[in-house]
Nanobody, 126 residues
């Protein structure tokens, strides 16, 4: 069983920054691809970013390129999503996901991912 715990959400003004964290308690994520999704009210959950722990290869949805950065802290067994230049349309519940067997072409499909965290709310005020 893979239990993922997100943290770092909150309320921020437009143009501000937040850093989200995703950790697996007690065991490594080094064999996994780790991704971030988000779900705004009345909308589908959408892919935001993913990183393959072993290679460091990264993918982003176009709407966050240049503003969000996904990264790994091996020592803390944690994946971060640094979000800058936040916009009101970034408001959503952000979810961390993990899987061992995904290819890059599968990252954007919610159904591809086996393990999910509980989500953390990000609210960007205008």
């Amino acid at each position: 069983q893979v239990e993922l715990v997100e943290s770092g959400g909150g309320l921020v003004q437009a143009g501000g920054s937040l850093r989200l964290s995703c950790a697996r308690s007690g065991r490594t994520l080094s064999r996994y691809v780790v991704g971030w999704f988000r779900q705004a009210p009345a909308k589908e959950r959408e892919f935001v970013a993913a990183i393959r722990w072993s290679s460091g290869s990264i993918d982003y949805v176009d709407s966050v390129k240049g503003r969000f950065t996904i990264s790994i802290d091996n020592a803390k067994n944690t994946v971060y999503l640094q979000m800058s230049s936040l916009k009101p349309e970034d408001t959503a519940v952000y979810y961390c996901a993990a899987d061992t067997n995904l290819g890059p072409g599968e990252y954007r499909r919610r159904s591809s991912w086996d393990y999910w965290g509980q989500g953390t709310q990000v609210t960007v005020s205008s």
